[in-house]
């Protein structure tokens, strides 16, 4: 053939081919595609393998990997007893909000401050830079397959096809690259490593990068006005740890030559890069002097291996978290996985929302996030799962623990990513120790405490810098109280009973016992907590006046509450603390009850008082609804009326976690539709990159959530919402459907997960269940409701009526599967 007419040929059919490629992908509908290179860290596709991540722009001569490490903080373990005078300031405070002098309190609490935490940094960026010939780009395609955990970029240049496949191997620990072209030694390159942080370069062997250097010993928050906001250390062996990142570049048939300015590769067909890195930390007690150098252990046993069997391992790994769950909303019907995903969004917001394969994919995209970012051992996902660019990230890119870790994890078990939740729990573990000191130092109280922030390091005290930040966020104390529902909910949900006694039991047993010293009697029959929040939220108490210290806010008590039940549960399950567990039974019955305002509102505040910012992003008294269940439409119809009151005054419009919690709380009292409304509100495509805190939510184009700016929680809570609309299992039964809205009349589902340790398949139409498969991990009875009649196969049970519908009951056994059908 005429080598120009196939130029021309080629020219034509490989545009064709790559959008035919596209279509086959999204058939599945779990894949994010663009048609342009990312020009915005919000444009770039996240990879990682829950300890290296990156974002992958995708440029046709210049790719970009935007590089983190899970253990790259700054500072180092947290010094005991960071403000000795803080108790001397307790009493005062409560003696203040006794008389209700709120300013005075506000300033006291000041005093009780510590530091900030420290921050999560970036790694470093690489650079892949191609050259071309007199280039004319032709097709231009470029995809991330959360089906396989792989991002792939096509391109064509001059008649030549050239193909980037990356993903993160949790396996090998490494970042694959692999770039290939279709026609032989059209390959030349040049890869180069760089860092925002102090670094060195050198050059191991003739084909590895090294890039090497001290992270800081302090980075003030990005909030913070400071003159030298991020400090070096180098004489310090205990703040500031070490890292290395290494690249290694291998061809058969190119010639590839390096020296500090770069990998640079010559006439190659197929390029095959591998990247990893790793720090000197070794735990959040013990100074970081562990060994960076086994990265190159990593780098080394990777680069002994093919291709083909990396990226085997890497999908055989993935692939056993992923595939546990599949979703189907409309059996396809509707879905535009032929437009490209920043298009895809576009048309999603204009056309009200007609594409339940979008819906899905968020859905799903929340599950490989999390896969993706919390994987390593005592590093939870942080607020930005471990994908940041900054030096000085938005709010540190620490946990932050009034509501954003938590949220991270709320889909962790029932979209059947249990083994996720695990670094979570490794985290709690450590706030218990630091926090135990703390508990003691800060308040002569027993056990253990956290507030609103911790880090790496797990630090427990109040952040403000010794009375510069906000109490309202800085000194609020349930974060210990908070974290410990997620111990419980793992056994919930898994029923490990050894997990319970040795992991849940003593961890929740010190989080009460501190609650217990920090509850003080009011003077009018009841324990209150003081000083008391309801974090981020302000409260009128006279004309022209906010407070933001209170008493016992329903927060407190909702959670105080939960703790104490989850407690009692458990120590009747393994027959231990008898007394103790007598004692919290009495002690709860002295907390202050649930009061319902003026509004028809569940009240918020210890009084019936009005915020200046009616619309706040915080719901935290609504903690009862969800995560909880304390407030029921089957417990306590009253009170779930009056939080579905709290919710109507606060609006819709937020940011876009509060969007997220608020599909949670809509599920939970049952109404489908509404929190349809507020899932949509979550997929609406924004640009902004600015801090809005009362609205402005939604996704930028790469799918990632935005608060606005990033914030992943958006998206981890969107999952689980979504799942929770779906199936509920907080009352001792599986509810199939409880909150279905009308736009998702029809569907399929295969893996959530119920407590009771039950997995659930099931088929609907007409928004009725057709047929459900419940797998019993664990045995036990198993209560199933549903809107509809519904028979076993093979069981002796028949459907009784209930005010939810109809509830099936029947004993199971461990291992087995149960099939259920239309009893009509």
Request: hydrophobic fraction near 35%; proline fraction near 4%.
């Amino acid at each position: 053939m005429n080598q120009g007419l196939k130029a021309t040929l080629m020219l034509v059919v490989a545009p064709l081919c790559m959008q035919l490629a596209a279509l086959t992908a999204n058939a599945q509908n779990n894949t994010l595609w663009y048609k342009q290179p990312a020009k915005e860290w919000t444009e770039a596709l996240p990879i990682g393998n829950g300890t290296l991540g990156a974002m992958v722009f995708g440029g046709v001569d210049d790719e970009l990997l935007q590089l983190n490490e899970a253990t790259l903080w700054s500072g180092g373990p947290v010094k005991k007893n960071i403000n000795p005078e803080a108790f001397q300031h307790l009493a005062q405070v409560r003696e203040a909000l006794l008389k209700e002098d709120y300013q005075k309190a506000h300033d006291l609490t000041q005093k009780m401050q510590g530091l900030y935490s420290e921050s999560f940094l970036p790694l470093g960026d690489l650079h892949i830079k191609q050259t071309f010939g007199g280039a004319k780009q032709g097709a231009y395609y470029r995809d991330l397959n959360i089906g396989n955990a792989v991002a792939t970029t096509k391109y064509t240049v001059n008649g030549v096809n050239y193909k980037r496949e990356i993903f993160a191997s949790a396996p090998d620990k490494v970042i694959v690259i692999r770039i290939s072209a279709d026609k032989p030694k059209q390959l030349d390159l040049k890869i180069n490593t760089g860092s925002q942080l102090r670094f060195q370069k050198s050059v191991i062997g003739s084909n590895v990068l090294q890039l090497a250097g001290k992270a800081p010993a302090h980075v003030e928050p990005s909030y913070v006005d400071s003159s030298n906001p991020i400090v070096y250390a180098d004489d310090d062996k205990c703040r500031g740890m070490r890292y290395e990142l290494l690249a290694k570049a291998v061809s058969n048939d190119g010639k590839i030559t390096s020296d500090t300015s770069g990998i640079i590769v010559k006439g190659a067909s197929t390029i095959t890069l591998y990247v990893t890195a790793a720090t000197s930390f070794v735990a959040y007690n013990k100074c970081p002097d562990g060994n960076e150098k086994v990265a190159e252990t990593y780098l080394n046993n990777a680069a002994k291996k093919t291709y083909a069997q990396l990226l085997a391992a890497h999908t055989a790994d993935y692939q056993k978290y992923f595939n546990r769950v599949s979703l189907n909303l409309n059996n396809g019907k509707g879905n535009h996985g032929e437009l490209p995903t920043d298009k895809r969004l576009a048309e999603y917001n204009k056309n009200n929302g007609a594409d339940p394969g979008l819906e899905a994919l968020y859905f799903q995209y929340g599950r490989y996030l999390l896969i993706s970012s919390s994987r390593t051992k005592d590093v939870p996902a942080n607020l930005q799962g471990i994908w940041n660019k900054e030096l000085r990230a938005p709010w540190s890119s620490n946990y932050t623990s009034n509501i954003n870790v938590q949220m991270n994890y709320w889909m962790a078990e029932d979209c059947n990513l249990s083994e996720m939740h695990t670094p979570l729990f490794q985290l709690i573990k450590g706030l218990s120790e630091t926090g135990g000191e703390v508990a003691k130092s800060y308040y002569h109280a027993q056990g253990w405490v956290t507030h609103h922030n911790t880090d790496l390091w797990a630090m427990a005290n109040p952040v403000g810098d010794f009375g510069k930040g906000e109490p309202k966020w800085a000194n609020w104390a349930m974060g210990g109280d908070w974290l410990t529902r997620h111990l419980w909910e793992h056994y919930l949900y898994t029923g490990d009973k050894e997990f319970l006694k040795n992991t849940a039991y003593p961890l929740m047993k010190g989080a009460a016992e501190f609650t217990l010293d920090w509850l003080v009697p009011d003077g009018k029959g009841h324990l209150v907590t003081a000083p008391s929040m309801s974090p981020e939220n302000d409260f009128i108490y006279a004309p022209g006046k906010t407070g933001e210290v209170s008493v016992s806010t329903t927060m407190d008590m909702g959670i105080i509450r939960d703790l104490f039940d989850n407690l009692v549960a458990a120590s009747k399950i393994l027959g231990v603390d008898a007394d103790f567990r007598n004692r919290l039974i009495a002690k709860k019955s002295k907390l202050i009850p649930y009061q319902i305002g003026s509004k028809g509102q569940l009240q918020e505040w210890y009084k019936d008082q009005e915020s200046p910012d009616p619309h706040h992003r915080h719901v935290s008294h609504l903690y009862s609804v969800y995560p909880a269940n304390e407030i029921s439409i089957a417990k306590n119809p009253e009170l779930a009326a009056a939080a579905k009151r709290t919710l109507e005054l606060r609006g819709d419009e937020s940011t876009g976690w509060s969007l997220a919690w608020k599909v949670n709380l809509w599920a939970r009292l049952r109404d489908g539709n509404h929190a349809y409304k507020l899932y949509r509100d979550l997929l609406r495509l924004t640009g902004t990159s600015e801090t809005n805190y009362s609205e402005g939510g939604g996704l930028y184009p790469n799918m990632f959530d935005a608060h606005p700016p990033f914030q992943i929680d958006g998206n981890f809570g969107g999952t689980s919402g979504l799942a929770e609309m779906l199936l509920q299992s907080q009352n001792n039964n599986i509810h199939l459907l409880p909150a279905l809205p009308d736009a998702w009349g029809a569907g399929q589902l295969k893996g959530l997960v119920a407590r009771g340790a039950f997995v659930v398949d099931m088929k609907w139409a007409a928004g009725k269940v057709t047929n459900a498969s419940i797998l019993s991990k664990t045995g036990g009875t198993c209560r199933v409701v549903s809107s509809s009649k519904l028979k076993v196969t093979g069981v002796a049970a028949a459907p009784s009526k209930v005010k939810e519908g109809y509830e099936l009951v029947f004993n199971t056994q461990k291992g087995k599967s149960y099939q259920l059908t239309s009893a009509l």
